[in-house]
């Protein structure tokens, strides 16, 4: 499928404020997942609204950052992605999610839903992304789980970040952004079959 809005230029992109600050984190993010890559699409799409960029930037780099355990992050963006269908951020996230040492069977673990092969933390974890996904709210029994070892500044990170990965999956989803072919052999977003109802 063509993309409704196309990625900015990666050139173009470069010579940006956002660009400028793109480059001066890529090294960081994701433990240097991209630092050899080109400004992913999602950000280039992104630029085509340049305040909108510079707004989103900061909370992009904040919640991909070690509030939270990276393992627990990427398991909860991997859930968001399956939930909210986006192909793309399933893409990357397999392949960040395999370098913070979730395995294959994890990740294939992770679009499904049963959640009895987890930890109890773990599926307190995916439970909150689909409370949130379905009702906007982590109940109480949930949030009983996460409380027995998150701190509140984790408690007020999760949702944050559920929050960001949601509203990436609205503008990805609607602008039909497409994977870098730099990404080889990017995994296959599994249906939910909560989505065909």
């Not at 949030?143 to 929050?163: F, N």
Request: glycine share 4%; aromatic share 6%.
């Amino acid at each position: 499928m063509r993309p409704r809005i196309d990625p900015q230029d990666v050139d173009e992109f470069a010579v940006t404020p956002a660009g400028h600050a793109y480059a001066r984190t890529a090294k960081e993010s994701l433990n240097g997942l991209l630092a050899d890559r080109p400004p992913p699409n999602v950000t280039r799409t992104i630029a085509n609204h340049p305040a909108l960029l510079a707004a989103m930037q900061p909370l992009m780099a904040h919640v991909a950052g070690e509030v939270l355990p990276a393992r627990e992050r990427e398991l909860v963006i991997l859930r968001t992605a399956w939930r909210s269908q986006t192909p793309y951020v399933w893409a990357h996230h397999h392949a960040a999610g395999l370098f913070v040492g979730l395995s294959e069977t994890e990740i294939a673990r992770v679009a499904s839903e049963d959640t009895s092969e987890w930890t109890l933390f773990e599926a307190a974890l995916l439970a909150a992304v689909d409370e949130l996904h379905t009702r906007s709210v982590i109940s109480d029994d949930t949030w009983k789980r996460l409380a027995d070892r998150y701190t509140e500044e984790q408690l007020l990170e999760l949702p944050a970040l559920i929050g960001t990965y949601k509203t990436l999956a609205f503008i990805l989803n609607s602008c039909a952004t497409p994977i870098e072919s730099w990404l080889e052999r990017p995994a296959v977003l599994p249906a939910d079959p909560a989505q065909s109802c």
